[in-house]
């Protein structure tokens, strides 16, 4: 049964009720219409739908009916999908939604086989066919299958570049076959389509705008009574919807079939091993060629250890990473800072003001409890591209960074390179990460404990002085030397700090597939301390836990769970696998930049890491598809 919402006077979303329909009919007159015709719907919804007819508007243009709010064009879920009779100047209606035979040769390309046969061999694509084969082949079966079951009640959608659609349900970034709603757009993937049927994860919290199944309600503006009427979603009443048209997406699964019959599928098992690998970039002061670490790398990296390089500092331009250049260059910018004592935001601080406290403890500001802040500058510039917003720095860092053929944007192994410019592309950096020293409070971290969705390296450029004065900024040699031994970090740790090497950051990795011992170990210490355990919420992903040297004590005696230890020293450069939980302390005032990318060795961690987001709260801090990990089908029809 349908439900009436109150009045738009009352509604946040609207603030006057009277103009809606004024205003529609306004924009309605600078839409050129043919009569007795029909057109692929090419404008807003709102600039059709009238009082004259009874033409359904997609979900945004109903909440966008205040004037107030600016609805961008391809906001509009009908636009360029819908197909309408246009009867005359005041009337349309609805015709048929797009099908596959609308799709140009040019919206079949898109999705089409790409080759750029100077960026990979026939070699470096058999190894990443092995490594990714089975889960491509997966998806696209369920692809296949799933749409089998709606081919009569099927449409077409053309993808928009520089775009994505997420699921209105968990957020997740969808790569071809979904169901919609033709009558508001709501969408939903074939996931969530699939738990909805079975009447499955009913939600006990049921808001205003949306069913106990947390489905966004289908919004219907009735032009007379001036109202949003609503109602619940059925499954029954959906669409299937697909971007790739179904000859291009069996061709491209035809030729990965004839392609896989001649590659070996098993590629490397992961055998993981209890020690992590570390390669040096300096031998008898020259630089090592980076295709023989490139191939040290690639034989090890599917163990599912983190590997650390060494001694890059020698080869970058140590000048651009200092405190000064940046308090110099951005010193004027007001940026929101945490605060690693409580995990809180520190709003629009000076970056001035947080660089003179960087090398000065005095300098550094205090919390409610008259305690020194451990102030953190993360994921910076936070919205703007490194490599535009840091031009010299990103070149300097893109010439040293090493095992270029995993962490360039270009690289040969790195799965993003193979996506087309056409799609919205995931951020992976690089960030910077830069922090005060955090090494006299063992409880507290400067980077709680979390886990990455993709394959990460993070680098250290920069280690604050030891200051020996009577006041130290941060901890003397004799204090640094016992932290270093109480953090059980191996000997070859502390004979380099012996040799007067810098240590910047206590790093604890753990191996992927010891993720679900720390949840078990971290839910039951927290239900043993009466902790309320909220439902969508992850002890990992949530990032609130630090785990000091009773509880990785604890972890090992409980449940056999190992450690990597690592100091990160100036220079040092750590390869975190994806789906590897890890936590740092800054040991010293560091700063560090840090980058993703995506190998064909970590992609089934991506998928199931991206299946743990999907089922985080939606208010969650990681409830993101940052990875669009889905797109990565995308690749096949190249490396094919």
């Known amino acids: 049964m349908s439900e009436s919402i109150d009045s738009i006077s009352d509604r946040s979303e609207f603030s006057k009720k009277s103009r809606a329909p004024d205003h529609i009919m306004n924009m309605n007159k600078k839409l050129k219409i043919d009569e007795n015709d029909t057109k692929i719907q090419d404008a807003k919804c709102i600039c059709i739908a009238n009082k004259y007819n009874d033409l359904d508007m997609c979900r945004e243009c109903t909440l966008s009916l205040d004037k107030d709010y600016n609805l961008e064009d391809d906001e509009c879920r009908f636009n360029g999908w819908r197909r309408l009779k246009i009867v005359n100047s005041k009337f349309s209606e609805f015709f048929d ?57 099927s449409t077409w959608k053309k993808m928009l570049m520089h775009s994505r659609e997420l699921c209105d349900k968990c957020s997740t970034t969808i790569f071809n076959g979904h169901m919609a709603c033709g009558s508001c757009g709501f969408i939903v993937c074939i996931d969530c389509f699939e738990l909805r049927s079975r009447n499955l994860k009913p939600n006990d919290k049921i808001r205003s705008n949306r069913d106990q199944y947390s489905w966004f309600y289908c919004y219907k503006y009735n032009f007379e009574l001036k109202k949003i009427i609503k109602k619940a979603h059925s499954p029954s009443d959906m669409l299937y919807v697909q971007f790739i048209p179904s000859q291009i997406l069996y061709k491209i699964y035809f030729i990965y079939k004839n392609r896989m019959a001649s590659i070996n599928k098993t590629g490397h098992t992961n055998q993981l091993k209890s020690s992590y690998l570390t390669l040096d970039s300096f031998t008898q002061n020259s630089l090592v060629d980076d295709e023989i670490l490139t191939d040290i790398f690639e034989k090890e990296w599917h163990s599912k250890r983190p590997i650390v390089v060494k001694n890059l500092h020698k080869s970058l331009d140590e000048k ?58 993360k994921d910076w510039p936070s919205s703007d591209d490194f490599k535009y917003f840091l031009p010299s720095r990103y070149e300097d860092l893109m010439k040293n960074l090493p095992v270029k053929k995993f962490t360039q944007r270009n690289g040969a192994y790195n799965l993003v390179s193979y996506l087309p410019d056409y799609f919205c592309l995931p951020d992976l950096g690089p960030k910077l990460y830069i922090a005060y020293s955090s090494a006299e409070t063992p409880r507290e971290g400067t980077t709680n404990l979390h886990v990455d969705i993709s394959d990460a390296v993070n680098l250290m450029v920069y280690v604050s002085d030891l200051d020996t004065n009577s006041e130290p900024n941060d901890l003397s040699e004799k204090k640094m030397l016992k932290v270093l031994k109480d953090s059980n970090c191996l000997q070859e740790h502390i004979d380099r700090y012996l040799n007067n090497e810098k240590p910047g950051a206590l790093w604890h990795i753990f191996k992927p597939n010891d993720a679900d011992n720390i949840r078990t170990y971290l839910s039951l210490r927290d239900i043993k301390r009466e902790k309320k355990i909220v439902n969508g919420n992850d002890p990992i992903h949530d990032q609130t836990n630090y785990l000091n040297k009773k509880m990785l004590e604890e972890l090992k005696s409980e449940y056999n769970v190992e450690v990597f230890t690592i100091v990160q020293f100036l220079g040092d450069a750590i390869f975190i696998p994806s789906g590897a939980p890890h936590q740092v302390r800054n040991l010293n005032s560091c700063i560090k930049v840090a980058g993703d990318f995506v190998t064909p060795h970590g992609i089934t961690d991506c998928l199931l890491l991206t299946e743990q987001v999907r089922e985080l709260s939606e208010n969650h801090i990681n409830h993101e598809d940052k990875l669009q990990v889905s797109f990565f089908n995308r690749i096949i029809g190249t490396l094919n």
Request: contains cysteine; charged residues 35%; glycine residues 4%.
């Open 97 to 153: 939604f797009l099908q596959e035979s609308d799709s140009s040769e040019k919206d079949k390309n898109i999705w089409d086989l790409v080759i750029d046969y100077n960026k990979i061999s026939t070699d470096e694509s058999d190894k990443i066919l092995a490594y990714i084969g089975q889960n491509f082949e997966k998806l696209i079966e369920d692809e296949i299958k799933f749409r089998q079951k709606f081919e009569k009640n």
């Open 320 to 377: 651009l990473w200092t405190p000064d250049s940046f308090s110099s260059e951005f010193g004027h910018l007001e940026i929101n800072l945490v605060n690693c004592r409580n995990n809180r935001i520190v709003p629009q601080v000076l970056l001035k003001k947080f660089w003179s406290g960087f090398s000065n403890l005095e300098e550094r500001p205090c919390d409610h409890k008259g305690r020194k802040m451990i102030l953190k500058l």
